[in-house]
């Protein structure tokens, strides 16, 4: 199938441009790019700050403050000497993913959005299973964007601007791994019609709920009941089906009685 391509949303073209993905054969939709995020990456473009690791300004796009700061030795601290579960873990979650889309689309996975990405720890053993596969990350830690941006097709943006940032048609396996429950509840209902909207088939949404007990870190870490949880995805067409995994709207109800949670 044809892969897909690059515009520049208003932006001249250069070295530094930040190129946006275009739907091409797998995606179903043309890219959404409002005019208030256009003005945001045309900031980024000329202050050069995604590619200058000796600034650490972003522009904001959302008005909420950040308490936590994801830094390299966040990273450092959890995912490399805490080991939080190690790369055979990841394995596995990674291909749990890849396996409950590809059963329910009926399809090799071609398209996956990874929001709240992080270092996109998930794009390696995602490309390992399916070395077509296009990623996208986005995530809100200055440094993971500027130490892996490039290389690793990460970008910047905060989960609540997804309120109107639709960087791309709707994706087969769309990610939000470890990211909900360090959430406030204004920031998680403002973007979470927008994680609905770009899930074109399944949806992982690895959430910790008031009820369990896990390790690793707890600064942060939003106390809610999983029914909450439930009904907020539920409330925007998404459909439980196990494992983290939910259906995406164009997908639910298409299940037998007994695949389904709901």
């Not at 394995?91 to 009926?106: F, G, N, P």
């Not at 390696?124 to 130490?147: C, N, T, V």
Request: glycine share 8%.
């Amino acid at each position: 199938g044809e892969k897909a391509g690059f515009v520049h949303a208003g932006i001249p073209a250069g070295k530094n441009a930040y190129r946006i993905p275009v739907a091409g054969a797998p995606l179903t939709r043309p890219v959404s790019w409002p005019l208030r995020m256009r003005a945001h990456l045309a900031l980024l473009v000329e202050s050069e700050t995604l590619h200058d690791p000796s600034t650490s300004r972003l522009p904001s796009f959302a008005s909420t403050p950040m308490t936590k700061q994801y830094d390299a030795d966040y990273f450092q601290r959890w995912y490399r000497r805490g080991d939080i579960g190690g790369a055979a873990r990841l394995a596995r979650k990674v291909a749990l993913a890849i396996s409950v889309a590809e059963y329910h689309l009926e399809r090799p996975v071609r398209t996956v959005l990874d929001i709240g990405c992080g270092e996109g720890a998930w794009r390696a053993p995602l490309l390992k299973l399916r070395p077509k596969l296009q990623y996208l990350g986005f995530d809100s830690s200055e440094y993971a964007i500027r130490r892996f941006g490039r290389t690793r097709n990460l970008h910047f943006a905060r989960f609540e601007d997804f309120q109107y940032l639709r960087p791309c048609a709707p994706v087969d396996l769309l990610v939000c791994s470890d990211v909900m429950h360090y959430l406030t509840t204004r920031e998680l209902r403002r973007g979470l019609p927008g994680l609905a909207e770009l899930c074109g088939g399944v949806a992982f949404l690895e959430t910790f709920a008031r009820e369990d007990e896990f390790e690793g870190d707890h600064a942060g870490f939003q106390s809610r009941p999983s029914a909450w949880y439930r009904r907020q995805w539920r409330a925007h067409g998404l459909q439980a089906i196990g494992n983290h995994c939910w259906l995406g709207p164009a997908l639910a109800g298409d299940t037998a009685a007994l695949e389904s949670f709901d």
